[in-house]
């Protein structure tokens, strides 16, 4: 079977199968970190969320909570002008889409133009104090003391008995004693149990101070596509006196004063160029006071042929071409990095020193099968012939014979056009390499896959002019 190149990346497998038993292979977990799992919620990623209604989407697990349970991010009213339609997603009230576009406009205009994404609901943190940096490295196998001030790195948080991943986030260093940290609001509370746990346990321990101040009810804005450079600069005070944004690469941040020219304020804002959709674009972290004011400045000023608001629909398959995870669904407590084809988040350094949680399971699992190390299972990419796979269905061999696998993403592709369906999940070691042809289980039919790289599509990451 010949399918045509693209991609990367896909899926989970049944607990049938020995290889994805990971209450029998994992060690137990310490008693505060064991007792914590236990009593949380593995749901959505909180950066980005499945759109399909079914009995696995996103909107069906959280459709317990009432309205009036629900949070709202800053930027609520201005969703509901706009004609939002509104989900609960990570104990949130957020749009999903808005009514002037589809899904597929959405997603398709932030490929070319530019498009705003309200993530006000994932969780801002500092971290500060002489032991930060050490902190932060105890708990994540990323070296956070290398990096230079406001660059940032994604990292994944381990549970220190197994080396699963907690949670994934990024995390940027803005000075030696002070780094800002992202992370998923549907891990929001598993997420605050963890660190307090691992720094109660740093205390004891008498290490150099560490605090970490949550940031409460600041906006928290995904501005992404081609044309999102320009649209930034239309809300910085004299843009020709600050830095240009060209120096500013992927994965540097920098404090920029934002002027909202019809009420004659302004206040400076964290901009990250990041983002979680494959194109060039900023995050931005915002005080209270100033998240609508930035939000409707940026909104105005490009107006809506360069600029427009986008929901957690397109967000997902703009991240899934992207090649991106998601976490309750592609990463979990019991998955580590090097299962989940993130060991390039493992920094060379850590891999020589250890010292981070999990770092026996994790460093055996880089080493090669003959010397003892690897793992049962890899998350890779496909390409699947005839009809989309969704999050849950079974991977075979090519022949349909043994199972060897499940999705944990899957859609069609807009941007690879009509019948171009992409998915990532787990499959098992030895049928993780690219060209590998398997069968995926859709509507009752095995339909022919293929393992692809991924991003899916080609990154457009701003590193400088080539």
């Known amino acids: 079977m010949k399918l045509p190149k693209v991609a990367r990346r896909v899926l989970l497998v049944p607990k049938s199968h020995?290889?994805?038993?990971?209450?029998?292979?994992?060690?137990?977990?310490?008693?505060?970190?064991?007792?914590?799992?236990?009593?949380?919620?593995?749901?959505?990623?909180?950066?980005?969320?499945?759109?399909?209604?079914?009995?696995?989407?996103?909107?069906?697990?959280?459709?317990?909570?009432?309205?009036?349970s629900l949070?709202?991010?800053?930027?609520?009213?201005?969703?509901?002008?706009?004609?939002?339609?509104?989900?609960?997603?990570a104990g949130y009230s957020m749009p999903v889409s808005y009514n002037n576009q589809s899904h597929i406009e959405s997603h398709n205009f932030t490929r070319t133009h530019a498009s705003l994404f309200d993530v006000s609901?994932?969780?801002?943190?500092?971290?500060?104090?002489?032991g930060a940096g050490a902190f932060l490295e105890r708990v994540s196998p990323a070296a956070l003391q290398a990096l230079k001030p406001h660059t940032s790195t994604l990292a994944t948080l381990l549970w220190p008995d197994t080396?699963?991943?907690v949670d994934d986030t990024v995390i940027t260093k803005l000075d030696e004693e002070k780094y800002y940290i992202v992370t998923n609001a549907a891990c929001r509370e598993k997420d605050n149990t963890y660190f307090a746990v691992e720094l109660e346990?740093?205390?004891?321990?008498?290490?150099?101070?560490?605090?970490?101040?949550?940031l409460e009810n600041w906006g928290l804005l995904a501005l992404q596509g081609p044309l999102a450079a320009e649209v930034l600069t239309g809300v910085l005070s004299n843009p020709m006196s600050i830095p240009s944004?060209?120096?500013?690469?992927?994965?540097?941040?920098?404090?920029?004063?934002?002027?909202d020219s019809s009420a004659n304020t302004s206040t400076p804002i964290l901009v990250t160029r990041t983002g979680y959709t494959g194109e060039d674009g900023f995050e931005i972290s915002i005080p209270p006071e100033y998240a609508v004011s930035v939000a409707e400045a940026l909104l105005r000023t490009a107006t809506s042929e360069k600029l427009r608001l986008a929901g957690l629909g397109a967000r997902d398959s703009l991240r899934l071409e992207a090649g991106m995870c998601l976490y309750g669904h592609d990463l979990d407590d019991v998955t580590t990095p090097v299962e989940a084809s993130l060991g390039w988040t493992i920094a060379k350094s850590r891999r020589e020193t250890g010292g981070f949680n999990g770092a026996d399971i994790v460093l055996r699992q880089l080493k090669p099968r003959a010397e003892g190390g690897g793992t049962e299972k890899k998350r890779v990419g496909f390409l699947v012939q005839d009809a989309p796979a969704r999050e849950g269905a079974v991977i075979m061999d090519e022949?349909?014979?043994?199972?060897?696998?499940?999705?944990?993403?899957?859609?069609?592709?807009?941007?690879?056009?009509?019948?171009?369906?992409?998915?990532?999940g787990y499959v098992k070691t030895g049928s993780h390499k690219i060209g590998t042809e398997l069968s995926i289980m859709v509507r009752g039919?095995?339909?022919?896959?293929?393992?692809?790289?991924?991003?899916?599509?080609?990154?457009?990451?701003w590193r400088g002019t080539t």
């Open 245 to 259: 944004l060209a120096s500013l690469f992927f994965g540097a941040s920098r404090l920029l004063q934002f002027v």
């Open 121 to 130: 609901h994932m969780v801002q943190s500092y971290f500060t104090g002489p």
């Open 18 to 68: 020995s290889f994805l038993n990971h209450n029998a292979n994992r060690a137990s977990l310490t008693a505060s970190h064991r007792s914590l799992q236990a009593n949380c919620l593995f749901p959505l990623h909180s950066r980005h969320i499945s759109p399909r209604q079914s009995t696995s989407s996103p909107f069906a697990r959280h459709s317990s909570s009432g309205p009036n």
């Open 71 to 89: 949070k709202r991010t800053p930027y609520y009213d201005l969703h509901e002008a706009n004609g939002a339609t509104l989900v609960p997603f």
């Open 163 to 165: 080396g699963g991943i």
């Open 445 to 461: 039919k095995s339909r022919p896959a293929i393992v692809t790289k991924m991003p899916f599509i080609p990154t457009q990451y």
């Open 201 to 214: 346990k740093w205390k004891s321990e008498k290490q150099p101070p560490v605090e970490r101040q949550l």
């Open 399 to 424: 022949e349909g014979k043994e199972t060897i696998g499940k999705v944990t993403s899957g859609a069609p592709s807009p941007s690879l056009g009509k019948g171009k369906n992409i998915a990532m």
